[in-house]
């Protein structure tokens, strides 16, 4: 059996599936239809034409094509200090040690053991010292060595499983890293445009409180009715009624930006911001779906669990067969710890043992049979991630298509009451219509203006949105499918 099981060995025999990455998907494009290359353009800051650049690598520090220093400043702040992304990074220092502590078992175990004793026999118990002294002491010492055969390859198995987990751990990090940047910047750009849209309500307010100042005046010159006052107070209401809830908004966003930077609310003083800070990246990239599935760390750690899953297979299939043990042992033993490894006093064996189970009910087959039920479960897994990879992108580009229209139809209709506002100013100025009418023009500029402020976010958040899907540049590409090409042999050590 010995022989055999060298045999065994020597020709490598591992039971189970061999991994092999997923074939990359054949798609060119994540829309039936061909994406555009170039979103539509306005005359507005943020409305300029965004390229998509086929093959363009995704810049790992992304965030600065935004041009804001202080965006910059909370990215690294938070990559620092956010608690999240250090449990992250606890957990795969752990993935790491573990996987590090089953590739040790492929190695043989050695262990030294020493003993003394201080011994007096009964006088009717012969001495067991060739000297036949009744009254000793005895010193002992010995190096036990075990080593287990991987016959069948299930340790190997195992630390390829452990290996695909570190790998997961690997990817988990990642993902973290990408949303969390991704998520400072949404809500920084969220902030700004709060911001805005404050401003531009209280722009608002203010023409509505000037609105019913007027109105009371003409009312007390016999010139408006209480009606008139009525109607001006319910719209001075109305829009004052609009600036709680943005102030409320801002507060919570700041709040939640403490959190990603690992601050305490009470401490945390992001400070104001505007769109106007921002920069719109011109140039986008766009990966193909062959290379999206290589730089997406969600898919990755998907990939990395289909591995694990397949490598728990041969785990159990080689548990049903049979386990071979070979010990061995070195040592000494004397009265006195001069002559512990003199050659008299030394003692050594040799063993091999053989193990089968003959009869376990069942269970190690039903074991094995779950082992194939959660591969053919990560295979889904896997397949679930990329599809949601795809649709994430598709959703983004379209995102970008449409809300840079969005703002084009925004800006012009803006411009066209700042048209309207500024011709109601030359009629005041020409004495043919009054003040309230005047300022009525100013308010409606203001309205406008949020409309105009919310399709400016859009296209931000569009932007960051791809970043996002992209991968966000975490990722190393070629580095991932060397790990990945490594991992995949049994026994092989990234």
């Known amino acids: 059996m010995l022989a055999g099981s060298a045999l065994l060995v020597a020709s490598g025999c591992t039971v189970g599936p061999d991994f092999h990455v997923p074939s990359p998907p054949e798609e060119q494009g994540y829309l039936p239809a061909t994406a555009p290359s170039r979103t539509a353009s306005s005359g507005d800051p943020a409305g300029l034409a965004q390229r998509l650049t086929p093959g363009l690598p995704v810049d790992r520090r992304w965030w600065t094509a935004f041009g804001s220093r202080k965006l910059d400043a909370l990215e690294d702040q938070a990559l620092q200090r956010n608690s999240d992304l250090i449990s992250a990074e606890a957990a795969l220092g752990q993935a790491r040690e573990l996987y590090l502590a089953q590739r040790a078992t492929l190695l043989p175990n050695v262990q030294l053991g020493t ?256 082992a194939q039920a959660g591969l053919d479960r990560a295979k889904a897994q896997y397949r679930s991630a990329v599809l949601a990879a795809f649709q994430n992108t598709a959703d983004v580009l379209q995102s970008i298509d449409k809300d840079a229209d969005t703002l084009v139809h925004a800006d012009r209709a803006t411009a066209a009451v700042v048209r309207l506002a500024d011709l109601s100013h030359r009629r005041f100025a020409q004495g043919e219509i009054g003040v309230i009418p005047d300022l009525g023009a100013d308010a409606a500029v203001a309205q406008a203006q949020l409309a105009l402020i919310q399709a400016r976010t859009a296209r931000f958040t569009d932007t960051i949105g791809l970043y996002q899907a992209l991968g966000g540049g975490w990722t190393d590409r070629a580095a991932t499918a060397g790990d990945t090409q490594k991992s995949a042999t049994p026994g092989a050590r990234p």
């Not at 809500?187 to 531009?200: F, G, H, W, Y």
């Not at 003409?218 to 009715?225: N, T």
């Open 115 to 370: 003993n003394a004793s201080r011994n007096r026999n009964a006088g009717v118990l012969a001495s067991p010292l060739s000297s036949n002294a009744q009254s000793y002491s005895l010193y002992g010492a010995q190096f036990n060595v075990g080593y287990v055969l991987d016959v069948f390859g299930g340790q190997k198995r195992q630390v390829e499983s452990m290996s695909a987990q570190m790998q997961n751990q690997r990817f988990a990090l990642d993902a973290v890293r990408l949303t969390l940047t991704a998520n400072v910047a949404a809500t920084v750009i969220q902030i700004a445009s709060l911001e805005d849209q404050l401003a531009a309500t209280r722009q608002g307010v203010t023409c509505y409180r000037r609105i019913l100042e007027f109105t009371r005046q003409m009312q007390a010159l016999g010139e408006g009715s209480a009606a008139d006052v009525a109607n001006a107070e319910a719209a001075l209401e109305q829009a004052e009624d609009a600036a709680p809830p943005l102030e409320k908004q801002i507060g919570q966003m700041q709040d939640l930006l403490a959190v990603y930077v690992g601050l305490p609310t009470a401490a945390s003083a992001p400070g104001a911001f505007s769109l106007a800070e921002f920069r719109l990246p011109a140039e986008l990239p766009l990966s193909l779906p062959a290379d999206l599935v290589r730089q997406r760390p969600d898919v990755l750690a998907a990939e990395a669990n289909l591995h694990a899953a397949s490598a728990q297979v041969g785990v159990a299939m080689a548990s049903r067969l049979p386990n071979i043990t070979l010990t061995g042992s070195l040592g000494g033993t004397s009265t006195g710890i001069a002559t512990l490894l003199s050659s008299e006093n030394l003692f050594s064996s040799v063993g091999a043992g053989a193990s089968q189970t003959l009869f376990d009910g069942g269970s190690s087959r039903h074991l094995q049979r779950a």
